[in-house]
Every structure is written in C-alpha cells, then in structure tokens.
C-alpha cells in the first residue's frame, strides 16, 4: 500500500508560506503525481493499530484485509466511526460525505461495513478523483468529486455525517473547513475528524472548538501511540508496506523523496525513524529534511446544533 502522507503540507505550513491558493495548488499537484503511481487499494494515510479496534474489524468483516493490505489504514477508518451514535440499520438512511478522500478507498472501505444511502467523497486532486471514479464508484451509492475543503459544492443541510481523515492539516483555513461542514451538515448531523497535529495546529484547532458554535464536542481520543504503532511496523524489516513499495513504478524522484523503504510516505518523521539511506541524502541535501515538530494525532467527533 501506498499509505502515506506524501504532501507536505504539515511541512509548508510550518514554513508560513502566506498564499492559500500557492499552497492548494502545490497540495494537488503533488496528489496528482502520487496517483501515477498509486496502486488500486492504496490508501494515503499512516495507519493505526490497536489490538481491540482489530479484533472488532475482524469479527464485522472477517479477513478484511486479506492479501491486499496491512489493514492499519482500514483501521485509522474504522475508528472514524468510533463516538458516533450510529447502527449499521442507522447507516441505510445516511448521506455521507467525506472530505479530502485522496483516491476513494477509505470511503469505499467504510461502505463495506455500513452501507450509507449514499456516500460521496471529495478530494483537491483531480487525478484522485479521476481514479475513484473510474474504479470503485457505483452510481449514487458512492460517488466520487473535485473541489475545495474550504468551499465545498453542496447544499446546506446535504448530509447527515461528513468524514475527514488525516487531511485538514493541508487546508491553509481550518476556520472556513470547519463553517462549510456545518453548512453541509443537517442539525443533528455528525462531524468526524482525524489528524495530525503539531504545536501550533493543535492550540488552533482548541480554539476552533470553542469558537464555532455549531458543534457540540462529543468524543476525543488520542491516538497518538497507536498511529506509531502502525508507523513502526510498516517500518520493520520485510513488513508489507515495505515489501509494497519496494514494488512501485515510482519515478526516481519520488523514491528519493520516500527514503528507502518510503518511510516518508508511512509517516517515518512521526516516530522519528530514519534509515541511514535518507540520512545520507539529507546531509547531500539531495532529500529535504524535516524540521517541524509533531504533537499529537488524534480523533474528534462532534454534532452539529
Ligand atoms: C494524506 S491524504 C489522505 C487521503 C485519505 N483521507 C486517506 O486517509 O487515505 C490527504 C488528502 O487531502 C486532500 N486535500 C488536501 N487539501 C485539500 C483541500 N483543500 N480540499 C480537499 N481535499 C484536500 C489531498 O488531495 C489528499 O488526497
């Protein structure tokens, strides 16, 4: 699997780069480009492991991730639905939307084990849009379209649940993300939020928490350990994210840009992992180095008023 954060937009943030539009259209065009070398059931993201979500994700969908993953992006999705006051029979009458849905396959996954009324996913990149759609759409059930976090193309009150995973951290506004959800989101509806954090991001988004005042704050957990978890067995010798991209048609410099073993797009920077292949083209400087700090990676569920 492709798992991984491959913008850099925590990165670029941290540099304070000032021009929104500069930054999303860095973020789409690096997007499009992991696409070309993305393969079908890549999803984009770190992970997470924990032991009982695990055994849960089994019991629901037996071998779920059977010869096609590691399973701990279908996990970092199953807990996008933990905190949420949903049954399955709940599900059937949801319209779902999740926001920065990279190629599809997370939102494609979680209707596997509920089945929404619809479900849409949303994405900057056109050719992770392109590709969903072209692969896992299935009419209006799951349907897949471009546009903006920050001025989403639907109506008010469209959707009963909207998702986001490990993707607002790129948004140079969190502020109008946060307002359009609870624009799209009928009252009463769900929010469900999973990211990353660094120092400065997580004292923002507190504060976004209080400010807009049509969330209610359900549910948080920090799952910080367990995303390293994930990281961390991906970066083990022989593990299958290794053995995966070691497969890829990647071009020359997005393998530099990965490391050896691709641990930039796992996450390596998250646990501080690096392998003495990236250590070496850091000091050429032929690889950029990462300066930022982490602080968190957590999950938030909030209801709209
Ligand atoms: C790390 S990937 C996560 C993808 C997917 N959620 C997953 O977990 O596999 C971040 C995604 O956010 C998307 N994204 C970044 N900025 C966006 C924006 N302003 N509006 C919509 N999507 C955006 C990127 O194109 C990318 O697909």
Redesign the pocket.
């Known amino acids: 699997m492709t798992n991984g954060?491959?913008?850099t937009?925590l990165r670029d943030l941290n540099a304070g780069i000032p021009d929104a539009d500069q930054l999303?259209g860095a973020?789409?065009a690096v997007?499009d480009d992991v696409v070309s070398w993305s393969r079908t059931g890549d999803?984009?993201?770190w992970g997470m492991h924990c032991d009982e979500l695990l055994t849960e994700l089994n019991g629901l969908h037996p071998g779920f991730n059977a010869g096609v993953s590691d399973g701990f992006?279908e996990q970092l999705y199953y807990q996008a639905l933990r905190g949420l006051p949903y049954s399955r029979d709940d599900f059937r009458t949801l319209n779902v939307l999740e926001?920065?849905?990279?190629m599809g396959?997370?939102l494609n996954f979680l209707t596997r084990l509920v089945d929404p009324a619809r479900a849409v996913g949303?994405?900057?990149?056109t050719a992770?849009v392109r590709r969903a759609n072209a692969i896992l759409a299935r009419g209006e059930r799951l349907s897949y379209v471009e546009?903006?976090?920050?001025s989403l193309p639907f109506a008010d009150a469209e959707f009963d649940l909207v998702i986001n995973?490990?993707?607002s951290h790129?948004?140079p506004h969190v502020d109008r993300f946060f307002h359009e959800v609870a624009r799209v989101l009928k009252p009463g509806g769900h929010f469900t939020h999973i990211d990353v954090f660094d120092p400065r991001s997580y004292p923002r988004f507190q504060k976004l928490q209080q400010e807009v005042d049509a969330f209610e704050w359900a549910y948080e957990r920090d799952v910080t350990e367990n995303v390293k978890e994930s990281i961390r067995r991906r970066m083990a010798p022989g593990s299958f994210f290794r053995r995966e991209y070691a497969r890829k048609q990647m071009p020359l410099r997005a393998r530099i840009i990965g490391g050896l073993g691709g641990g930039h797009y796992a996450g390596a920077d998250f646990i501080g992992h690096r392998d003495p292949v990236s250590r070496i083209l850091e000091l050429a400087r032929i690889r950029p180095k990462f300066v930022g700090e982490y602080e968190s990676y957590r999950h938030h569920v909030a209801r709209r008023a």
Not at 122 to 125: A, R, Y
Not at 147 to 150: H, P, W
């Open positions: 954060n491959a913008a937009g999303k973020v789409s997007y999803f984009w993201n992006s926001v920065g849905c990279g396959e997370g949303l994405d900057l990149s992770a546009g903006d976090a920050e995973v490990e993707s790129n948004y």
